[in-house]
């Protein structure tokens, strides 16, 4: 809805920048968590397709999401494992502070994922973005999600209640 509303502002200056806070698509995300899939695919699927379709003008979108476990409400109050798991949401900041230097008539729609887009930024020092400094959280992945936390490896397919 925001981008919606800002779009024409942007197109008619000739310039702008929309960032989604959603993940690249993985189809090893489903199992389990179909609605929620839906919902974070959906808004990179908007950033692919805004991208592609204002591709040259100014306007740029593109996703970004986090490698590992970021420090917020969400961790917290839904007991997301320890804090020596997650990064401080200062990277999600700085990530997307970088994005906005890019020009957007050629980088835009992508799916990015902030240490991977750091990284080919020249970033190579990531310990100030840990929530225990000693600590380097792990990457979210399928092992990660399925194993290290538990819980969702247990979430039966919803198909099969059917």
């Known amino acids: 809805m925001c981008a919606k509303m800002c779009l024409p502002h942007m197109l008619k200056q000739g310039y702008g920048h929309i960032v989604n806070m959603s993940p690249p698509i993985d189809l090893k995300m489903l199992p389990g968590r179909i609605g929620y ?9 908007v950033a692919h397709g805004i991208g592609m379709e204002l591709k040259g003008t100014g306007v740029a979108c593109n996703a970004l999401w986090p490698a590992t476990m970021v420090e917020s409400y969400a961790t917290k109050n839904f007991n997301l ?82």
Request: a neutral charge; hydrophobic letters at 35%; charged letters at 30%.
């Open 37 to 45: 899939s839906i919902s974070k695919f959906g808004m990179t699927l």
């Open 81 to 162: 494992g320890a804090r020596s798991l997650w990064r401080k949401a200062t990277i999600i900041a700085d990530a997307t502070i970088s994005i906005l230097k890019e020009d957007p008539k050629t980088f835009t729609g992508n799916a990015l994922i902030d240490e991977d887009y750091m990284r080919s930024r020249g970033v190579t020092d990531f310990t100030k973005y840990r929530c225990d400094p000693d600590v380097e959280p792990p990457r979210l992945n399928e092992e990660f999600h399925n194993v290290q936390r538990g819980h969702v490896s247990e979430a039966p397919p919803v198909y099969s209640k059917l």
